[in-house]
Structure formats: C-alpha cells, structure tokens
C-alpha cells in the first residue's frame, strides 16, 4: 500500500489538487453487506450511508482499493458527478462573508449546509430527486485490485440494492484518506 501511494501519479494528483503535499488521516478496512432500498427520507435522517452525503470535511481525497470484486447490482459506490465543485452562488456568498472576517477556512458546500442547518437535517446530505436531477450519477463497481480516488466534497453513497438479491455478499475496502496539511 506505501509503494502503490508512493506512484509519482499518485503523488501528482494528491499534491495538484492540494496544492502541495497532503496529510494522509486515515488508513480504514471496511466491509459493508448491501441493504434493500429504503425510504429517501428515511435514510437521510438516521444519517445513513445509503443516502447522498458528501463528507463535510471539505477538500478531501479518499483512495479506495477493492478487495473482492463487485458487479453492477452490488453495494458499490455512487458519485454524482461534479458534485465536489463548489457553486458559483456559493463561491460569491463566500466571498462577501470572508470580507467580513466569516468563515475564513471555509471550502465546501455552503447553501446546502446552511439550508439543512436551518430546517433541523443532517447538514452534509442531499434529497437523491435532487441530486439526479443536478448531477449525472456514476456507479463504481469491478474487480478485486479496482482503484478509485473521490474528492469527499462531491455527493455520494453506498448503492442499495433494489430486489431480494445475495445480502450476505460484502463490499470490502481499503480506503486511504488524504487532506490538507495544516500550516
């Protein structure tokens, strides 16, 4: 795993998208049995994976590597794509509010968070009607030695599956979190 992180590709886009070296946080084994789909709501307010989160940690990269192999109906991840960008409307909020000496350190979704902060919602999710209908959602699913590398800004989660399938077949992971080093 040190060898395979230590790649000058994987050094290049941590250290690009960081903007110099990154501090790896967490080195996690996970297994996780897919779960039948559930009510959207539902999901979202026992702040389950099942629902579209983002991490709510702002820039971070997880690397994750498949350690059995997964097909397309499985409990694999899905991303929306181009979720982990940042508004336009929120970039220009945030502008205006640091001119001001507010939050200063702030790099992640803002609107969302302080929308689902006012009405009492978990504050990283968002409803998967609206979701789909701003983002494409791409599935990640193959084979034992997959490599995946996300930004956590970006809407995600664990797929459910939809019919009485395997529940006893898991997911396993290796997954590598990298963010910012403080200064």
């Given at each position: 795993?040190?060898?395979f992180l230590n790649r000058d590709y994987i050094q290049y886009i941590l250290t690009k998208?960081?903007?110099?070296?990154?501090?790896?946080?967490?080195?996690?084994?996970?297994?996780?049995?897919?779960?039948?789909?559930?009510?959207?709501?539902?999901?979202?307010?026992?702040?389950?994976?099942?629902?579209?989160?983002?991490?709510?940690?702002?820039?971070?990269?997880?690397?994750?590597?498949?350690?059995?192999?997964?097909?397309?109906?499985?409990?694999?991840?899905?991303?929306?794509?181009?979720?982990?960008?940042?508004?336009?409307?929120d970039t220009f909020l945030l502008r205006i509010l640091k001119l001001f000496g507010f939050?200063?350190?702030?790099?992640?979704?803002?609107?969302?968070?302080?929308?689902?902060?006012?009405?009492?919602?978990?504050?990283?999710?968002?409803?998967?009607?609206?979701?789909?209908?701003?983002?494409?959602?791409?599935?990640?699913?193959?084979?034992?030695g997959l490599v995946y590398i996300f930004d956590t800004n970006g809407f995600h989660r664990?797929?459910?599956?939809?019919?009485?399938?395997?529940?006893?077949?898991?997911?396993?992971?290796?997954?590598?979190?990298?963010?910012?080093?403080?200064?």
């Amino acid at each position: 795993l040190y060898d395979f992180l230590n790649r000058d590709y994987i050094q290049y886009i941590l250290t690009k998208y960081f903007d110099g070296l990154p501090k790896c946080s967490v080195v996690l084994f996970s297994e996780t049995k897919p779960q039948i789909k559930k009510d959207d709501k539902k999901i979202i307010s026992e702040g389950s994976l099942l629902g579209f989160h983002n991490d709510d940690s702002g820039k971070q990269i997880k690397i994750n590597i498949l350690l059995n192999d997964l097909d397309k109906n499985s409990n694999g991840l899905e991303y929306a794509v181009s979720s982990h960008k940042i508004s336009f409307l929120d970039t220009f909020l945030l502008r205006i509010l640091k001119l001001f000496g507010f939050y200063k350190n702030w790099d992640k979704h803002f609107i969302n968070y302080q929308k689902n902060k006012l009405l009492g919602k978990k504050v990283n999710f968002m409803s998967e009607q609206k979701v789909k209908s701003k983002f494409k959602i791409s599935k990640v699913y193959g084979l034992s030695g997959l490599v995946y590398i996300f930004d956590t800004n970006g809407f995600h989660r664990q797929a459910s599956i939809s019919t009485q399938g395997d529940l006893n077949f898991s997911r396993k992971l290796i997954t590598v979190y990298f963010n910012k080093k403080k200064n």
